[in-house]
T-cell receptor, first 115, second 112 residues
Framework: NAGVTQTPKFQVLKTGQSMTLQCAQD?????MSWYRQDPGMGLRLIHY???????DQGEVPNGYNVSRSTTEDFPLRLLSAAPSQTSVYFC??????????????FGPGTRLTVL | GQQVMQIPQYQHVQEGEDFTTYCNSS?????IQWYKQRPGGHPVFLIQ?????EVKKQKRLTFQFGEAKKNSSLHITATQTTDVGTYFC????????????FGAGTRLAVHP
C-alpha cells in the first residue's frame, strides 16, 4: 500500500491564483481531513470528510473548498491564494472517525508559498 | 481555536535526561491521542488514551490520562537523540461529526 499520498510536494503561487492540492489514500479509509501547519501553531483542521459526499468545516475553513466524490480522493482547493495561506498542508485519513480507536495516517505534506 | 494547551513549547535536554510534556484542557476530554513529528516529517500516531487515570507504556515512553480527564502527559525516560521532534496531543471533539483538534506541540531537542 502507498498509504496517504499528496501532490505536489512543493508549490509557489502568486496572490490571487487558484490551485488544488491532491490527496489520495489506498487503505479504503472513510475519514479524511486536511490540516495546515504554521510555526508555533501546531496543526489546524481546515476541512474533513466522514465519507464520500460528506464534508464539514474544521477550525480554519475560510479560503478553502473541498469535495469528496470518491473514497480514495480528497482534494483541497484554494480559491484565490493569499500570503496568509503560506503553510505546510497535511492530509490525513483513518478507517473511521476519531471517536473510536483509530490512528490518523498522515501524508508527507505539501509546502505552499504564496507570494 | 485550540482547546488543548501544551506545555512547554520547547524543551532542550542532555541525552540521558528525562522529558515530560503536558496537555491541559479546561473541559473534560473524551479521549486523547499523541503524535510525534520528526523534523521535516509528518505526524505519526503514538497512542490513544480513553479511560480516566489510564497509563500506557511504550518502551521508554509513558502516557497518562488524568483522573478528571482534563489533562494528559507524555514522559520519556533517558532520552536519546532519536527522540528529537515535536510531540503533539490531540483531542477528539464531539458534536455533529467527530474531529481531531491538535495542541500546539512541544518541540524536543536532545543534545548528545
Amino acid at each position: 500500500n502507498a498509504g496517504v499520498t499528496q501532490t505536489p510536494k512543493f508549490q509557489v503561487l502568486k496572490t490571487g491564483q487558484s490551485m488544488t492540492l491532491q490527496c489520495a489514500q489506498d487503505m479504503n479509509h472513510e475519514y479524511m481531513s486536511w490540516y495546515r501547519q504554521d510555526p508555533g501553531m501546531g496543526l489546524r483542521l481546515i476541512h474533513y470528510s466522514v465519507g464520500a459526499g460528506i464534508t464539514d468545516q474544521g477550525e480554519v475553513p475560510n479560503g478553502y473548498n473541498v469535495s469528496r466524490s470518491t473514497t480514495e480522493d480528497f482534494p483541497l482547493r484554494l480559491l484565490s491564494a493569499a500570503p496568509s495561506q503560506t503553510s505546510v498542508y497535511f492530509c490525513a485519513s483513518s478507517y473511521t472517525g476519531p471517536s473510536s480507536y483509530n490512528e490518523q495516517f498522515f501524508g508527507p505534506g505539501t509546502r505552499l508559498t504564496v507570494l | 481555536g485550540q482547546q488543548v494547551m501544551q506545555i512547554p513549547q520547547y524543551q532542550h535536554v542532555q541525552e540521558g535526561e528525562d522529558f515530560t510534556t503536558y496537555c491541559n484542557s479546561s473541559t473534560t476530554l473524551s479521549n486523547i491521542q499523541w503524535y510525534k513529528q520528526r523534523p521535516g516529517g509528518h505526524p505519526v500516531f503514538l497512542i490513544q488514551l480513553v479511560k480516566s487515570g489510564e497509563v500506557k507504556k511504550q518502551k521508554r515512553l509513558t502516557f497518562q490520562f488524568g483522573e478528571a480527564k482534563k489533562n494528559s502527559s507524555l514522559h520519556i525516560t533517558a532520552t536519546q537523540t532519536t527522540d528529537v521532534g515535536t510531540y503533539f496531543c490531540a483531542e477528539v471533539v464531539s458534536g455533529g461529526y467527530n474531529k481531531l483538534i491538535f495542541g500546539a506541540g512541544t518541540r524536543l531537542a536532545v543534545h548528545p
